[in-house]
Every structure is written in C-alpha cells, then in structure tokens.
C-alpha cells in the first residue's frame, strides 16, 4: 500500500516547540518531492514547505520562515517538521506530501501524488 502517514500532533502553548513525523510505505521518499501543508479551520490548504527531488532546494513560505524546519532520515524513509516559536495562528491541521513530478516551481501542491490524512496541531494558553 502507497502511504503517508503523519504523527506528532497535539496541544501545545504559545511559544512552544512540536516535531512532526511523516512515514512513508510502498515507495521511496528520497525519489519524490515532498511538502508539508496545513489547513486551519475555515481556511484553505496553504503550502508550507516544499524540497524539490532535482536539486535538493528547499522554500519555504513566508508564514513559518525562521520558526519551522525540513529534516529528513532516509533510511527510515520519514520526513519531519520541526516547529517552534509555535503561535495561536498556527493551530491546524498538518499534512505531508509526495510527488514524483513537482519541481516545487509552480506551487508547492502542484504535482502532489500522494497525501497523508493530518495530524491537528493545537496552539493555546
């Protein structure tokens, strides 16, 4: 089975640090762009991060700049997301994501194959 899993989420207060783990199983992460995602309530999908598989180039979106970091363990084929400096704002739900296309260029979901089903991150005193 094609899957990506996500883990780590929970409640955390402002200013608080929380890492995340996606794990993928039926294919090869190191051969696939991947991205992280969030979806807060009411809001749409935004883009967080995105690695281009070509050239190793990583973007980051605005909004978590500084505060929010890629990482990866290959051999256990999983990704991360290192999140600090967390703020109220950031509360959503997290996604990660693969596609064996996307040069992370046009945007960061375009070409995605595969997505996890989130894990909710909360942000509160």
């Given at each position: 089975q094609v899957?990506?899993?996500e883990s780590g989420g929970g409640l955390v207060h402002p200013g608080g640090s929380l890492r995340l783990s996606?794990?993928?199983s039926g294919f090869t992460l190191?051969?696939?762009?991947?991205?992280w995602f969030r979806q807060a309530p009411g809001k749409e999908r935004e883009g967080l991060i995105c690695i281009s598989k070509y050239d190793g180039s990583t973007y980051y979106a605005d909004a978590i700049k500084g505060r929010f970091t890629f990482s990866r363990h290959s051999a256990k084929n999983m990704v991360y997301l290192q999140m600090n400096s967390l703020k109220v704002e950031d509360t959503a739900v997290y996604y990660c994501a693969a596609g064996y296309d996307n040069t992370c260029l046009i945007s960061y979901?375009?070409?995605m194959d595969y997505?996890?089903?989130g894990t909710l991150v909360t942000v509160s005193s």
């Open positions: 899957q990506l899993v996606c794990a993928a190191d051969y696939y762009t991947v991205g979901d375009n070409g997505w996890g089903k």
